[in-house]
């Protein structure tokens, strides 16, 4: 499915010989993504938190004030999945639009991302709940443990099936209530595998005191080169070689310190 | 690669002479290259395992075969061209002709061209096993019933006018994968079907993994590939020129064993390039252009991402509100053509139908494939005879690499099979005969059978053994498209 997604992303965004309801979500997706990454960078730019942290009360720099956990935590990650997570989802929205009836395209796109993201809103509630586990480890050891952690999962036949799962397509129902819950179901099924094939480098993410922005930008482009690569295995193999060498970096300088 | 003396010639095995020896030495070559061992890429067993094997432990080139995808035509096309050298050293070793060539199974020709050549029906005497024969085959085909030719016509493919497209002639755009869901009509019709007909629950042939390993396979990618170049013989067709076609690379073995490496763009001209020919067929055509994506030249030419120029957009206007069951019975499924979504696929063109109508059959899966190949008819009246249904005949479906596809190798993707067929003339021919309203259609799905070769006209007819104990295949999606 990966190229019929592929060529449904540049398909959706070309300029259409009809009126394309697609193009304006595509877009409205895109600008959601960007404004993400406007809010990461001008959040973490001039500092560095975490979104356990934040949970958690910790201090931080930033515009959001301290100790208003859980919420501004579940606002930060969901900006973190939107800016992180959506771009390689983009694809299967556009899936979703060329295979609906063109004047239900947007609702079913919409449908779709919006399961998709209630998933990871789900896998991020566990990830603040289990966070507390960790409260009292040094944060250079936690990053470091994350990283290590999320290397070995690269290399799990676990991890290639999750990501295989990112790309199966789902039948879609052409209207009425049965169209509407088969788009849930296949936002739900497609974010359940993406939370599989990604919840590692998210925790790293999560975990990730200092250079918020660098890991942001660095887990991005791990996970869409994994999930529109021609070569996923070799992507993985790639992704495993870098959060190894920077678990080793970490740990180092964790030692150095 | 290139040759200076005369081509080999490929010859129809059912029209050679009675003293030709093509298919004795072919049958003894067999014999020969069974005895190699596995380890050897001019053995039997390697050769097999180069297009898919089940063994856990692979070697160099193993699991290579391309399906679902537009290297499907020319990484077979390379395949059975080294076959060939290895069988003809083999031949040309045991004293044999020089010029032997692969000869090809034209079962489109109808008749008892559309049986199993009899070379490979029998099991031998005892102790004298025939090389050919392959016990695991559909019943029925070892004792000469024929193909239908539902399944063996390539009339569809060659009138195909392009050649990149999943409703084309030689399926969608890809990256190298096993079987990557972007089927062509000559991959689907006849050389699934025939796949799976030969092969039937369990058999070789219906196994990508084991298939190259039954003697008929060659003969059967041989006229597949003479299919591509009677295709590719009409003027107003083109193969691909798209640098990512052209340039992909593929490995086989040659004769000695040695690894060779050759990229589609070798294998455009079979006589100027590879040295062989097809009996019966045209000339020749001109030597295709050196250089890729000529801007004369722009039916199918891809260069840029997205749909190539000869696939118009696509517009879903009616599905299936539920994946139905299939069991080797018929099934009926009901699809309401939304008014909304007509009406803005037709806007300006004032018709009753759009310039085209395509169905889709999409996210396909099952645990084992069945071996079956259903026709897809589409408003098939109840109780129709087998000549009503060949009028309301939009295509086939079968499931040759279904179990690839759900578990994949390698790099792909796991996936339902999906295949879109165009039906513009059978829409049209249906409006004129009242039997489209525009806003209703049913596509029925029946079962397929092997026919008596002396009674083509039941080649729509449901087969005498039906029964719904196949191996469930659930068909996710039927769409109608207008383009």
């Known amino acids: 499915m990966i190229l019929e997604l592929r060529a449904g992303v540049s398909g959706a965004l070309r300029r259409p010989a009809r009126p394309s309801p697609e193009r304006a979500v595509m877009l409205g997706v895109g600008v959601a993504i960007g404004a993400a990454w406007v809010v990461a960078v001008s959040m973490f730019g001039s500092g560095a938190m975490s979104i356990t942290g934040l949970a958690m009360g910790a201090s931080m720099t930033g515009s959001m004030p301290a100790g208003t956990a859980p919420g501004p935590a579940m606002l930060m990650w969901t900006m973190m999945v939107v800016a992180m997570m959506l771009p390689a989802t983009l694809p299967a929205v556009a899936y979703v639009g060329s295979r609906t009836l063109r004047w239900r395209r947007r609702r079913a796109m919409v449908t779709f991302v919006a399961a998709y993201l209630l998933v990871w809103l789900g896998a991020g509630l566990m990830l603040l709940v289990v966070s507390q586990a960790w409260a009292r480890v040094r944060e250079d050891v936690l990053l470091c443990l994350a990283l290590l952690v999320a290397t070995a999962w690269q290399l799990t036949t676990d991890k290639r099936r999750a990501l295989r799962d990112c790309h199966r397509s789902f039948p879609l129902a052409p209207r009425g209530w049965d169209a509407t819950r088969s788009e849930l179901r296949f936002g739900l099924r497609n974010g359940y595998a993406c939370v599989r094939s990604c919840w590692a480098m998210m925790v790293v993410m999560a975990v990730a005191t200092s250079a918020t922005v660098f890991w942001m930008a660095t887990l991005t482009a791990l996970v869409s080169a994994e999930k529109l690569s021609r070569r996923p295995r070799q992507a993985i193999r790639m992704s495993a070689w870098l959060l190894a060498g920077a678990a080793v970096i970490v740990g180092v300088s964790g030692l150095a310190g | ?483």
């Open chain 2, 1 to 483: 690669m290139n040759t200076s003396t005369a081509p080999y010639v490929r010859k129809n095995v059912w029209t050679l002479p009675s003293a030709d020896p093509t298919v004795a030495e072919y049958s003894a070559a067999v014999a020969t290259m069974m005895t190699r061992p596995a380890s050897d890429p001019t053995s039997w067993t390697y050769q097999a395992a180069m297009h898919g094997t089940h063994a856990t432990s692979t070697r160099p080139l193993w699991n290579g075969c391309q399906h679902g995808t537009w290297f499907f035509l020319a990484w077979h096309r390379l395949f059975i061209y080294y076959f060939e050298k290895i069988v003809r050293a083999a031949v040309v070793g045991a004293g044999g002709s020089t010029g032997w060539a692969l000869p090809f199974w034209d079962y489109g020709a109808g008749g008892e061209q559309a049986t199993l050549p009899n070379a490979f029906r029998g099991a031998g005497p005892a102790g004298h096993p025939n090389p050919l024969h392959v016990a695991k085959r559909r019943p029925g085909i070892n004792t000469g019933l024929a193909l239908p030719t539902a399944v063996t016509s390539a009339a569809r493919a060659l009138a195909r006018p392009g050649f990149v497209g999943t409703a084309q002639f030689g399926g969608g755009i890809t990256g190298v994968g096993q079987f990557s869901g972007q089927y062509g009509e000559v991959e689907t019709t006849p050389h699934n079907d025939v796949h799976d007909f030969v092969g039937g629950n369990g058999g070789v042939m219906a196994d990508p993994q084991q298939a190259a390993a039954d003697p008929i396979f060659w003969l059967h990618h041989a006229n597949i590939d003479r299919l591509w170049y009677l295709w590719s013989s009409d003027p107003a067709h083109t193969d691909p020129s798209d640098p990512r076609w052209t340039g992909q690379k593929f490995s086989f073995f040659d004769a000695n064993g040695t690894q060779v490496q050759h990229t589609p763009a070798d294998v455009l001209d079979i006589v100027g390039q590879l040295g062989y020919e097809y009996e019966g067929a045209p000339p020749a055509p001109p030597a295709p252009p050196a250089a890729p994506a000529a801007p004369t030249a722009p039916r199918v030419a891809v260069s840029s991402p997205g749909p190539p120029a000869s696939e118009p957009e696509r517009e879903p206007v009616g599905g299936s509100t539920e994946p139905v069951q299939l069991t080797g019975v018929p099934a009926t499924v009901e699809i309401e053509i939304d008014e909304r979504a007509a009406s803005a696929a037709l806007a300006g063109s004032g018709g009753t139908l759009p310039d085209h109508v395509y169905l889709s059959v999409s996210d396909i899966e099952g645990e084992q494939n069945p071996g079956s190949v259903y026709g897809m008819y589409v408003n098939l009246p109840a109780q129709a005879s087998p000549q009503v249904a060949e009028s309301h005949h939009a295509g086939n479906l079968s499931f040759f690499g279904l179990e690839r596809a759900r578990e994949p190798q390698g790099d792909e993707p796991a996936h339902g099979l999906a295949f879109t067929r165009e039906i513009t003339a059978l829409a049209n021919k249906l409006v004129s005969d009242g039997e489209w309203d525009g806003t209703h259609v049913t596509v029925t799905f029946r079962p397929l059978g092997l026919i008596p070769h002396d009674q083509p006209e039941l080649s729509h007819a449901l087969p005498d053994d039906l029964s719904s104990d196949d191996p469930p295949v659930t068909v996710g999606s039927v769409t109608i498209l207008y383009g």
